[in-house]
């Protein structure tokens, strides 16, 4: 066993990615302290759970409270998150604004407490999960695309703040695994077959729902992450995704934005044949 002595606090880990995290690190030797909304406190699986909702200050300093009774963060990976399908016309202002509580704000307020406790103990690692849509958007999915490139600007300024005081920073970027629970992918209320935007929607959900179905094995993406966190140096950036999904972040960046948007548009949004 190695790191026997090191600590991760990891939230999202009730299912998932942050779960199959969760279980790696666990695998690899570090104890794991584990938050998620469902939890209720206790030993699972070998590691603590404890109740946390990122959304809600008080929740977040009460587990970090709690969390630190058992052991200060050596690291902290974060995966708690949620997306809203819906086309842009269409999503409510607080539907935009639960996607952005959950998977922007509730990383800055993780943050916000485990960023004096590791500096207290001269360094630390945080590992927050973006996502291939950090980097690029798909049809119906802006509301989770704006969250992930929230997050992509945020740890590009908190890696600059953090390093003079031994604390590193890694985006974590999946691509589509067969982890994520419909649970967790509701669609917007205003989403009926009434929208204008119905037929590409239902085209567009299809894919997206097909490629993570048979997306890639979350429990390589957890071996890896865990892999990475025995280092001593972390990369800012580490894409885990299929070669097509590499290529299309490519020819977002080299191809320029007609080229990419005719791309992604044909891909997720079919054209039923003229009757
Ligand atoms: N699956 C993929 O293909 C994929 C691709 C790219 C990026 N990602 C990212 O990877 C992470 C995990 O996604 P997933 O699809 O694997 O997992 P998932 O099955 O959708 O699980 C989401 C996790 O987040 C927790 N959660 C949701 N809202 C929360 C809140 N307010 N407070 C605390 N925990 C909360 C859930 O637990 P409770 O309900 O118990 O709170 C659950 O453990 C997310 O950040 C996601 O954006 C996933």
Redesign the pocket.
Known sequence: MKNIQKTVWV??????????TAMALRDDGWQVIA?????TGGQKDGMTCLP?????EE?VREFCRRAEEISPPDALV??????VLGSCEETSTEEFRRVM???YL?MVRMNREVLPRMRERGGGKIVM?????GLLGIPFQSA?TAS?HAIEGYAECLAMEAKPFGIQVML??????????D???PHAAAMTDASPYAEAYESATARIHHD?TN??D?DVLGRKIAKILDRKRIPLRKRIASPDQHLAVYVHRFLGSPTNGAVLSSYYISKKKDK
């Open positions: 939230t999202g880990a009730s299912s998932g990615l942050g779960l199959h938050g998620a909304r469902s939890f946390l909702d990122v959304t809600d929740s974060q995966c708690a998150g949620m997306l509580d959950t998977n509730g999960f973006s996502s291939i849509n989770y992930k974590a970027e999946p691509g589509d695994h067969r982890s994520g629970s649970k967790y992918r993570e997306g890639s979350p």
